[in-house]
């Protein structure tokens, strides 16, 4: 690539990121706010003396979003790598904000009986079939964007749209809860985080109109046609990339849920501090840390991946005891420091990951296969990991066990991980076995 072309390159690298980190943040602001509002919503769509039962009705359609997202991903994958990122992810993000709004307009059980749960769950089942195709356009847009000395850097876009989203969503029902009374979330508060997508959700359209579609998808049109079928052709010919995939996304979202999501029961429920802030200590954990995600990433284009993603998994399994040790000590202030040094190696990962994913396929077929990979991974992490967490410490009766668990987790990705060569170097226009210079430092920069 030409110097001169350097300065577009990064001009249009710039612009995708940022599309993907805009659209992933509402998509994520849009699928956490049901989860936050689990407690609220419960006795509305799933009335009954026994409260528990209406909680875990709630968050049973929190478990139906996170199983529709392997098929989501499967759907936009297939349209993302037959006819562009761009037009896909406009669909993802509108997909997502109308399912959103729509819940907030919804008549609760008082009004219209059992089509409130249903109507709830349907809606959810959208909410989590437009958040599979999200992350795999996202990843594959800004990663296909930018130059390659820089993927690392501008591929960690995705992660901070995540982290903003999650960190948006606590913050507006946070702040809500904290200036309306109980009565009053119940009878309309809990309706507007919900219709606050409604204004995002235009916002984001309109910025990612504007956005190019990928470099490199717009190449492999010109030069070949799409793939045809780029499910099978991924199940067929990539398999070994998916499940690695499957397994790092399974680690990461395990290790990262525990330290993000699931401290906030173990502090509250098992622990029994009293945490009347709980969604802003989300917010705390979460945005903290967050700068060291694009550090990560532009580490990651200088180091390697693997050196990166392998020293954030060791990090989890030296910190995971101490750190749950430090939580039982008695101090909600200690607590805290070690939730937030916990979700420190969390950070590190989610800089380097997305460009990792997108660097084990070809451009032909990459919005599926990373789609695949990363959405079955996560129902394994993330969408189960607060129930098995709670589970071991139900079952064995250690306040520390799911610190075994992190342990366990991290532990798969390394294993992983050491069986993958490094892929900082590949060619993004044929996939991992097409690979570029292997040399480091100022020329092999010119060169890219």
Not at 73 to 82: A, H, I, M, N, Y
Request: proline share 5%.
């Amino acid at each position: 690539m030409s110097t001169q072309a350097l300065p577009e390159r990064d001009r249009v690298a710039r612009r995708a990121s940022l599309a993907a980190a805009v659209g992933t943040a509402i998509e994520y602001y849009d699928f956490a706010i049901y989860g936050y509002l689990a407690v609220v919503l419960a006795p509305l769509f799933f009335p009954g003396q026994d409260g528990l039962v209406g909680l875990l009705g709630t968050l049973g359609v929190v478990a139906s979003g996170f199983l529709a997202r392997p098929l989501g991903g499967l759907f936009f994958g297939r349209l993302g790598d037959r006819h562009g990122r761009k037009t896909v992810l406009l669909a993802t993000v509108l997909v997502m904000g109308v399912a959103t709004t729509l819940t907030g307009l919804l008549p609760t059980y008082a009004s219209i009986g059992v089509s409130a749960p249903i109507l709830l769950t349907l809606l959810r089942i959208l909410q989590g079939f437009s958040a599979g195709g999200e992350i795999g356009g996202a990843t594959s847009l800004s990663t296909e964007s930018a130059p390659s000395r820089r993927r690392g850097l501008f591929g960690s876009a995705t992660s901070v749209g995540i982290s903003l989203g999650l960190a948006g969503a606590a913050a507006t029902v946070g702040t809500l809860s904290s200036l309306l009374t109980a009565e009053q979330m119940s009878a309309w508060g809990w309706r507007v985080p919900f219709l606050i997508a409604a204004p995002l959700l235009a916002g984001a359209v309109l910025y990612r109109m504007r956005v190019e579609d990928s470099p490199l998808f717009l190449q492999m049109v010109e030069e070949n046609a799409p793939a045809q079928a780029p499910v099978k052709e991924v199940v067929r010919t990539h398999k070994a990339s998916v499940l690695r995939i499957v397994a790092i996304a399974y680690s990461t979202m395990t290790t990262g849920g525990i330290a993000s999501v699931y401290i906030l029961v173990h502090l509250s429920a098992v622990l029994e501090y009293p945490l009347t802030g709980a969604l802003w200590l989300v917010v705390f954990i979460v945005l903290v840390p967050l700068a060291l995600t694009p550090l990560a990433g532009a580490m990651s284009d200088r180091f390697g991946r693997r050196r990166i993603l392998a020293g954030s998994m060791i990090t989890f399994v030296v910190l995971a005891i101490p750190c749950f040790w430090a939580m039982q000590q008695g101090s909600l202030a200690l607590a805290i420091g070690a939730a937030l040094i916990l979700n420190l190696p969390f950070s590190v990962q989610q800089g380097v990951v997305y460009a990792q994913y997108s660097e084990l396929f070809p451009t032909r077929v990459r919005y599926t296969g990373v789609s695949l990979g990363f959405n079955i991974g996560g129902v394994l992490g993330s969408g189960l990991v607060s129930l098995i967490s709670t589970w071991l410490v139900a079952v064995t009766g250690i306040t520390m066990a799911p610190a075994f668990y992190i342990i366990v987790a991290a532990a798969i990705g390394l294993a992983v991980v050491a069986t993958m060569s490094e892929t900082r170097s590949v060619d993004l226009d044929d996939g991992p076995a097409s690979k570029v210079s292997r040399v480091t430092g100022p020329v092999a920069q010119a060169e890219s």
